[in-house]
């Protein structure tokens, strides 16, 4: 990859472009920068409710996989969909996490990742993201929707075929939803801090 007058590169592939710009890309404090469908994205960080959210669900799940790796915002590569996303919740084993060569690990080595929809990101978890993540491979897409049309759920997608999954479960907030092995976990929603 060639520098050229620091404004613009020369790429071997449009993957290597992206995660170029994706890396230097300034945003505000604050706000989260994905790659979405080779789009460069700024979104800002949610509500403290929001937060509280997914506190509440990284601790459930640190202790489910107590060695294992919940990160909050590691960001993890689906370069076959020109993505850099940035999960509320990605859980993956450590060893997979350094073993990443680029500023993020493929999105491939996290068992789990967990969206909570907000005003600023909620077509692209229903949409973009669940096709991103079943091509990658990973085995379970939980999904955290206050905002549903139909209203507040959880939707737990798993079982990744040909770019898509399979809905393993779906719960409205208040009752309480389940994670496989190697969870082994149920995640009762009406435990969920006050939106």
Do not use: N
């Not at 472009?17 to 790659?35: D, M």
């Not at 082994?184 to 929603?189: A, H, N, P, R, S």
């Amino acid at each position: 990859m060639d520098v050229l007058d620091g404004d613009y590169i020369h790429a071997e592939t449009e993957w290597d472009e992206l995660l170029w710009l994706w890396q230097r890309t300034e945003a505000p404090k604050g706000c989260r920068v994905e790659l979405v469908d080779g789009i460069v994205t700024v979104a800002p960080l949610a509500r403290v409710s929001h937060q509280s959210l997914v506190a509440h669900v990284h601790r459930r799940l640190c202790a489910a996989v107590p060695t294992w790796g919940v990160h909050q915002w590691c960001p993890v590569a689906v370069p076959s969909r020109l993505g850099i996303y940035l999960p509320d919740i990605t859980v993956v084993p450590e060893e997979e996490l350094h073993a990443a060569e680029e500023r993020c690990p493929p999105a491939a080595a996290a068992a789990l990742v967990v969206e909570i929809a907000s005003r600023a990101t909620a077509r692209v978890d229903r949409t973009v993201k669940v096709h991103a993540y079943a091509s990658a491979g990973i085995p379970l897409y939980l999904l955290l929707d206050s905002l549903a049309p139909d209203g507040p759920v959880c939707t737990l997608h798993g079982r990744p075929e040909k770019g898509t999954y399979r809905e393993v479960s779906r719960v409205r907030f208040g009752e309480p939803i389940g994670l496989p092995a190697p969870f082994g976990l149920v995640i009762d929603t009406a435990e969920f801090p006050e939106a």
